[in-house]
């Protein structure tokens, strides 16, 4: 199987250009491609997965990637899958953002001799001057196009800002400075980013004359990797100190029966023979699935033995022994009254519930247990002795967790 059918099979390409060229690219280590990471965010999350997985998957094939940092483009905001207008971030903020995401990038693309690259955009937008955009770029654009493409479509009923307006503008001005600087010849995006890919391939033909060589190919980011990137609880970051490892795995163990194969194919490196073997797996073999999952993902981002530890302790929270490694709040003599802390108290310094009343609602729908058991009662109560016991596991639901301490 080529790298190239290989992306197909694992349900990673929705469409391209130029296929049979981009095969040729790709298949022989020919390419030098980049995808964009606008600096949101001081951490990476699981929505950005699928593309590192990719980055990391044809740079073994031989090809260069290019991480582009959108220090530039962070300043207006991409309005692709937004209803409002994104908030203005600082300069300062940008920058910071961005030196996060250099470093988490190195886990998983060997930017070492040349064999990667990683630049920010904001090195050739913000010397831009306006008029000489105008000039020079504006028109190779037609703004009735441009309002047809989908990432404008959904926006025209609530208003698109003119600052939003120029982001397909300022992407595609990135695929030409790639193309122009680094012989960047292929760019990936999720397909909420079509539109703007196709407008920086036009733009490089058309400024540099039709033999430029130029292709796009979208991923299912958007429809299947960004959506994995939020829960309930907002954000899975990539970042432990914002997402434990322990968590990290908890998330992908916790996948939907009908979404783990799919995970396993996009975003983990098994071989496709192993993975098509679990086809027909149900039952008590799709949690074995889940843990293959939540394993092989956990070890990419933050290591074997972190992925290790967070597997023994899932286990062990499972079967009511002794789960070390899973988040802890610690519970002061602040917290108590009379000595005790009551079951609300508690859910709300764990951080767990958000209010009393929103704990006393979880414990009266019979959503909350300590070290397996269900607490009914509200007034239950707790001392000092109670929680320093070797595990003191306060439940909320399915999917929260927390090893109560106190100090």
């Known amino acids: 199987m080529t790298v190239y059918d290989e992306l197909v099979a694992r349900g990673l390409i929705a469409q391209v250009t130029d296929e049979e060229e981009i095969k040729e690219l790709i298949n022989n280590g020919k390419a030098t491609f980049y995808i964009g990471f606008d600096p949101t965010a001081d951490s990476l999350h699981v929505g950005h997965f699928m593309a590192l997985c990719l980055m990391k998957?044809?740079?073994m094939a031989g090809n260069r990637p290019i991480a582009l940092i959108g220090g530039g483009t962070g300043m207006v905001g991409d309005p692709s899958g937004r209803t409002?207008?994104?908030?203005?971030?600082?300069?300062?903020?940008i920058q910071h953002n961005c030196d996060c995401f250099k470093e988490q990038m190195s886990r998983f693309i060997d930017f070492s001799e040349g064999k990667a690259l990683m630049v920010n955009n904001a090195d050739w937008l913000l010397d831009l001057n306006y008029v000489e955009v105008l000039r020079e770029v504006g028109p190779?654009?037609?703004?009735?196009?441009m309002l047809?493409?989908?990432?404008?479509?959904?926006?025209m009923e609530k208003g698109l800002s003119f600052l939003e307006f120029n982001y397909m503008i300022m992407q595609s001005y990135d695929f030409y400075e790639l193309f122009r600087k680094y012989g960047c010849n292929m760019q990936f995006g999720g397909d909420d980013q079509w539109s703007n890919m196709l407008g920086g391939t036009e733009l490089i033909r058309r400024k540099l004359g039709k033999n430029a060589y130029a292709m796009t190919i979208t991923l299912l980011l958007n429809s299947e990797g960004k959506k994995m990137g939020k829960t309930q609880s907002g954000a899975v970051w990539l970042d432990p100190a914002k997402t434990s490892p322990f968590e990290f795995y908890q998330y992908w163990r916790n996948v939907g029966d009908a979404d783990v194969l799919k995970c396993l194919r996009m975003l983990t490196f098994l071989p496709l023979e192993q993975i098509n073997e679990m086809d027909h797996w149900e039952g008590s073999q799709l949690n074995t699935a889940k843990e293959i999952l939540a394993f092989e993902l956990t070890k990419l981002v933050h290591g074997e033995e972190e992925a290790a530890k967070a597997q023994e302790s899932a286990r062990a929270l499972f079967s009511g022994g002794n789960a070390a490694d899973m988040p802890t709040a610690a519970v002061s003599a602040d917290d108590l009254q009379d000595g005790k802390i009551d079951i609300l108290g508690l859910l709300v310094a764990s951080g767990l519930c958000t209010s009393r009343g929103d704990a006393r609602r979880n414990v009266q729908?019979?959503?909350?247990?300590?070290?397996?058991?269900?607490?009914?009662?509200?007034?239950?109560?707790?001392?000092?002795?109670?929680?320093?016991?070797?595990?003191?596991?306060?439940?909320?639901?399915?999917?929260?967790?927390?090893k109560i301490i106190f100090r």
């Open 148 to 155: 047809r493409a989908e990432c404008y479509k959904q926006r």
């Open 140 to 145: 190779h654009f037609s703004v009735n196009n």
């Open 84 to 93: 409002d207008m994104r908030q203005m971030m600082t300069p300062e903020t």
């Open 57 to 59: 998957r044809l740079q």
């Open 365 to 402: 729908q019979g959503g909350v247990s300590v070290n397996g058991e269900k607490i009914t009662d509200i007034a239950t109560a707790y001392t000092p002795e109670d929680l320093n016991v070797a595990d003191f596991v306060l439940r909320r639901g399915k999917k929260k967790y927390c």
